[in-house]
């Protein structure tokens, strides 16, 4: 049996910053991903931003995972792993795994109107952009940080302040124990400076069956610090979980 990996990148972000780590998984593994609609390639696929809800995210995660053949598991980041999570709940039956990196809460950060407010700022404020990055993933490289504010920086204003606040306010009423059964690999860095070890902490017990795997000097943007670190945990992950079900 082999199982495909289905990768939901997160906020300012579109399908490309998974390129490194797909590229050192080197074919070991079947890979799907795809830009959310304002991102990438759709960044004119919104009409109107508030009709865009996590959970017609999870939809369409949905049905492009309902074209994938045979187990699948889910890889979100940051505001991606909201949505992973919404998905693999939703399909347990296909879903085998979920992989979240530098996750934020299903139920939402929560920060308040002020501090949320430089957030929903940031659509096409390249400066700004630049700015967080660095905060909170300070070890980028220069080539990783400009190539980051390149995709940001394309993203309508409106679409950003939009899913600022998608990710920000998160699901509502969201239980203490998530509905997604299966085991789940949660990946953070150290110098995370927005996904402490504290905000970590606190979501991991949500899960029946989590493991926390740290990179130390890793920050936010992890994926794209340390790609092939990233790949070889992911590979593991997907490889025991096979092993179980075979």
Do not use: C
């Not at 082999?2 to 579109?14: C, Q, S, V």
């Not at 110098?191 to 926390?212: H, M, Q, Y």
Request: no cysteine.
């Amino acid at each position: 049996m082999t199982a495909t990996l289905l990768f939901i990148h997160g906020f300012l972000d579109d399908a490309t910053v998974w390129d490194g780590v797909i590229g050192a998984l080197a074919g070991k593994v079947g890979v799907v991903r795809y830009n959310l609609p304002g991102f990438g390639i759709r960044k004119h696929a919104v009409a109107d931003p508030r009709e865009v809800t996590l959970e017609s995210l999870a939809a369409e995660a949905g049905d492009i995972l309902a074209h994938i053949d045979g187990p699948v598991i889910v890889v979100g980041q940051s505001m991606g792993s909201q949505i992973a999570e919404l998905v693999a709940a939703d399909h347990a039956d296909r879903v085998h795994g979920l992989v979240l990196l530098t996750p934020v809460p299903l139920g939402g950060t929560q920060l308040p109107a002020e501090e949320i407010a430089p957030f929903r700022a940031l659509g096409g404020d390249a400066d700004a952009q630049r700015a967080l990055r660095v905060h909170v993933s300070p070890n980028l490289a220069a080539h990783q940080l400009d190539r980051l504010v390149r995709i940001g920086s394309a993203v309508r204003p409106d679409v950003a302040a939009r899913y600022a606040d998608l990710w920000n306010e998160g699901v509502s009423d969201t239980a203490a124990s998530s509905e997604f059964t299966g085991p789940v690999l949660m990946i953070r860095g150290v110098a995370d400076g927005f996904v402490t070890e504290e905000l970590v902490a606190a979501i991991s017990p949500r899960f029946a069956r989590s493991d926390v795997r740290v990179i130390e000097k890793g920050g936010h943007w992890v994926h794209i610090e340390y790609p092939a670190t990233v790949a070889a945990m992911i590979l593991a992950f997907t490889r025991a979980i096979v092993e179980v079900a075979a």
